[in-house]
């Protein structure tokens, strides 16, 4: 597990672009996290690292938002109203998985006996007012974007 402490909400998209640079397609990004705690905005960063527009915005009334560069491709769900798989499965949320998409789950608690074995965990919690200690799990392809001394 990486343990990222961020002052700002600068520094949490700057430390999700690093993620974003070493996301491929068929990743799929559960987020864990209360209201407010920055999902939307580690996700702008993810989007800037993937060489995608940075114009994202909270999928809560659209369900899913997609963001396109040429082949790039990311999906971002929210599953906040999404409470079993018949649900989930009326979302079409299978149909975006593919090996060329890389899908990002608000709420993912919600579903998350649903979601692929090789899920990579990402759990944003508060530690001050505009600090936040971001957790990343599932993946050790990030080990080398961060310096483990270097918090």
């Known amino acids: 597990m990486i343990t990222i402490h ?20 068929g990743d799929v990004i559960a987020y864990k996290g209360g209201l407010g705690a920055g999902k939307t905005t580690f996700t702008r960063g993810l989007a800037v690292g993937m ?4 114009e994202v915005h909270s999928p809560t009334f659209a369900l899913v938002n997609e963001y396109r560069n040429g082949e790039k ?13 018949e649900a989930l ?6 149909d975006y998985m593919s090996g060329d998409s890389v899908i990002v789950c608000e709420w993912s608690e919600n579903i998350a006996d649903c979601l692929p074995e090789k899920t990579i965990t990402v759990t944003i919690e508060y530690s001050g ?9 599932g993946d050790e392809r990030f080990d080398s974007a961060w ?5």
Request: net charge negative; no cysteine; hydrophobic share 35%.
């Open 73 to 85: 491709v990311m999906y971002h769900f929210d599953m906040y109203r999404i409470m079993d798989p």
């Open 6 to 25: 961020t002052n700002s909400a600068d520094e949490t998209i700057a430390a999700a672009e690093k993620i974003g640079a070493l996301l491929h397609g």
């Open 147 to 151: 310096d483990r001394n270097v918090r």
């Open 51 to 54: 060489g995608l527009p940075d």
């Open 89 to 94: 499965e009326t979302t079409g949320f299978y």
């Open 129 to 137: 007012e505009n600090e936040r200690n971001i957790f990343l799990e």
